[in-house]
């Protein structure tokens, strides 16, 4: 597969495993103890049994510049990885690339391929986060296809998979293009995890920014029910007594 042209300067060498000798540079056993507990590692948790090696995400964003270039083959090889910030590398250098000028349609269907056969090794919300909306969301968007596929992540057992049905919408949301927002946020107003009651929250406020109007009437519709953080997150840039009437809603039901 042919790399992604960018204007960054290319490396002398692209191999995955390249990538992952200039990772370990900065690899800190203090830095990695923080980020098990910020990612929630422990049994039981959300983020249980991932491995760091305690890079700064800033750093692995630079890191990622370099490497803007890499064939899809070497980083899908990157996303095989068991630790979190070669995987975190990995979907920087796909989101990077998306955002590239000279983009075909073509490479982004690639790069859209690549998230969705991937999508067991994207399991934590920052890796989501990074390129579900240019990635998955651009894709579709860009090419017209229908968007089926984010509805039946919507409703996969995999949260990471829900994660990205919602947060794919982002990238619709900037182009103005909010139904299918909404749509998807009724799929997962139940959903039992508290990082999807975020993440729809999150997505529903943006889209309000969009249509003030539509998202009051959805809230008019669910307020009382949502989960409470989903709430909140929606109502956020709400000013202070239209924030108190949906809180007020939701203790009434």
Known sequence: MAAIESIKEKPMNLAAGHFIEHIEKYRSPVEAMKQMRYFKTGEGQYGEGDVFMGVRMGQIFEMAKAYIHMPLEEIELLLQSPIHEIRTGALSIVDKQSRSKKITLDQRKLLYELYLRNTHRINNWDLVDICAPRVVGGYLY?????????????????????????????????????EDTFR??????????????KATGWMLRSAGQVNRPQLQKFLDKYAATMPRTLLRYSIEHFDKPLRSHYMGLKRAG
């Open 142 to 178: 860009v090419s017209g296809e229908p968007r089926d596929v984010l509805y039946n992540l919507a409703v996969s057992e995999n949260i990471w998979e829900r994660r990205t049905a919602i947060v794919a919408t982002g990238y619709f949301i900037r182009k103005g293009d909010i």
């Open 184 to 197: 998807i946020a009724e799929l997962l107003l139940n959903d039992r995890e508290d990082l999807i009651h």
